[in-house]
């Protein structure tokens, strides 16, 4: 049994979300969704890197008459903040403490351990900041011994 959420189908995402979804390519949701029950090993739920998403800020902090609703892409989260990819294309970082609340509008990548392409950048990415960092140790010690044994 599927949860339920806004995308379902193209049909169903408001217009800002399916315009991002076709610049996106299209992928097909009915294949994405959310599993809350079942066997545990095929669960699957959560907010996904590409996800399309509402959040609800805080009007205490906003300026008056500014639409408490940012609507976009999820881009990417940190401890202190949410990164996305707004309606109007813009990159906006905000912080988690203005946050009330966020909605899932519809997910555009497969679960995080399903995602082939997602596990590859990443592990990619690890080897690339590996030799980063063993190229930084190099030069702050001012010595290249790299080429020694034991």
Avoid: C
Avoid at 47 to 69: F, G, H
Wanted: proline share 4%; glycine share 8%.
């Amino acid at each position: 049994m599927a949860g339920t959420r806004k995308g379902k189908r193209i049909d169903d995402l408001p217009g800002w979300a399916r315009r991002i979804h076709e610049e996106y390519g299209s992928p097909e949701l009915s294949d994405l969704q959310d599993v809350f029950h079942g066997p545990l090993l095929e669960r699957r739920s959560g907010l996904r890197k590409d996800d399309l998403i509402e959040i609800l800020l805080d009007a205490r902090a906003l300026p008056k008459d500014v639409d408490p609703w940012v609507r976009g892409m999820l881009i990417g989260t940190s401890r202190n903040a949410v990164e996305i990819l707004d309606e109007s294309g813009g990159f906006r970082s905000i912080a988690r403490d203005v946050i009330v609340e966020v909605r899932l509008v519809t997910h555009l990548r497969r679960p995080y351990i399903e995602d082939k392409e997602l596990l590859t950048f990443e592990k990619e990415d690890f080897r690339r900041r590996s030799s980063m960092q063993e190229e930084a140790e190099r030069s702050a010690d001012g010595s290249d011994d790299s080429h020694l044994w034991g």
